[in-house]
């Protein structure tokens, strides 16, 4: 059996949830102006096992 390499897209319009999104979320005192926060989508770019490990997940949940 041969199976082809799989074309990778990327998916702009999902949402996330963060914890300031909630509630009654607690304040991030610590967070410095000048540091820039990595966004979800550079680390699945950046990471091969974690992207495939979302696929994997989103294509179980497409399946149930």
Known sequence: MVVPRAE???ID???TF???DYKDALDNETT???EEE???TDILE????LSRA???VKTIAVLN
């Open 38 to 40: 990595a966004t979800s």
């Open 32 to 34: 410095n102006g000048d």
């Open 54 to 56: 979302v696929d994997a």
């Open 18 to 20: 963060r914890e300031s």
């Open 13 to 15: 319009n999902y949402f």
């Open 46 to 49: 950046q990471d091969y096992q």
């Open 8 to 10: 990778l897209n990327i």
